[in-house]
Every structure is written in structure tokens, then in C-alpha cells.
């Protein structure tokens, strides 16, 4: 279990600080391994947990290896949650020789059982040290000129997309891995890159609950 996290004052030491804030972070980083100043920085701020990206992955044997390295940086009484954003399609960090999943949309047009997908992408995280999925998306693509949804949406209809996720995110806890329904209130109806700008989508709240809000309410 994770420590509790009681109110800081104004007698609160810089490094209880430091140590508080960092558990709310997860914290990411360049290259294939533990670093000097990685290993200082989780000293210092004791963090939640760790992402890793496209750029700290060579192949999954080298993964599991990096999970165990940086499992080990943390107090076992607080344990570090390894974390990835592993969706599929466009957004996979551990490729070949690991398995390339098909974009989402591919999923459900094709009917096939997404808990089986999920499933299937959890256990392989499972055994490379992970916790945590970053997944599934639970955007619905509404928007054709949306640059940064499209087919990471599992549907154009807000029920298909509801479903989906439910037998996803089910795959991948039976497997053993959380999941983190995204990007909330709802991406799918931007024209506008979040990675680079603040999008705005201005409808009234019960066309939200309609459409954006729907799969997160399932």
C-alpha cells in the first residue's frame, strides 16, 4: 500500500516536500538504463512510478531488465509503478520483436472481441514489468479532421467505443495490468493537435453526455 499523504504546513521540511510532490509524479527519462542523476532524482523526490517511451526501449528482454532496475530504485514500502503508453497502432512504444498491434479502429470494425486484445497486450506487458497501460482511448472519432484521434478510436459511435473499452480495459486487469481510460472529458471532436495547442470544444452539456462523455460513464 502507499503511504499516506497527510497536509503539509509551514513547518514542513523542503525534502518532505520534495518527497510528497514526488509522490505524484511519474517520472520519465532518456535512454536504454538507469542513470547517476536518475537514480538521485528517485532518492530525492521518491516518485509514484516511471514511463517509459519509444526512446527507453531496444526490445522487450531490455525492458524487463530497465522495469526490474528501476523497481529496485524504490522503497519496497512504497513500491514504483511501472508504467507505458501501449495502445496500438500509432501509439506503441515496445515494437518488433514484441508484438505490433493494429490501430484500435481496426479492432472494432472488425468485431473482433477487444478483450482478447486487451488480454493478449497485457500479458506481454505483464512480462516485460509492467504495471500500468496507459489504454485504452475511449475518445470517440467524431471529428474526420481531428490530427491526433482518428484511428486510435476504437468507433465513430459513442455505444461501439463504450463497449469496447469495457472488454479491453477487462483484458488487460485479467492479465494483470491497470488500465487508464483516456483522454478525458473527450478528444475525438478537436481539430487541434493537444500536444502542441489547448483545443476547445464548445457544445452543450447534454450533447456532451451524448457523445465525449458516454464511454467514461460506461
Known sequence: MRERVTAVGPNTSLAD?????GQRLFIGFQGHAVTDELRALTRELRPAGFILFARNVAEPAQVLDLNRELAALCDPASPAILSVDQEGGRVQRVREPATVWPPMRAVGRAEVDAYEVGLAMGRELRAMGFHLDFAPVADVDSNPANPIIGDRSF?????????????FAHGLHTAGVASCVK?????GDTHQDSHLTLPVVEKELPDLERCELFPFKA
Open 155 to 167: 468507433s465513430e459511435r459513442p455505444e461501439e467505443v463504450a463497449k469496447h473499452i469495457l472488454r
Open 17 to 21: 516536500r520534495k518527497r510528497r510532490a
Open 183 to 187: 483522454h478525458f472529458p473527450g478528444h
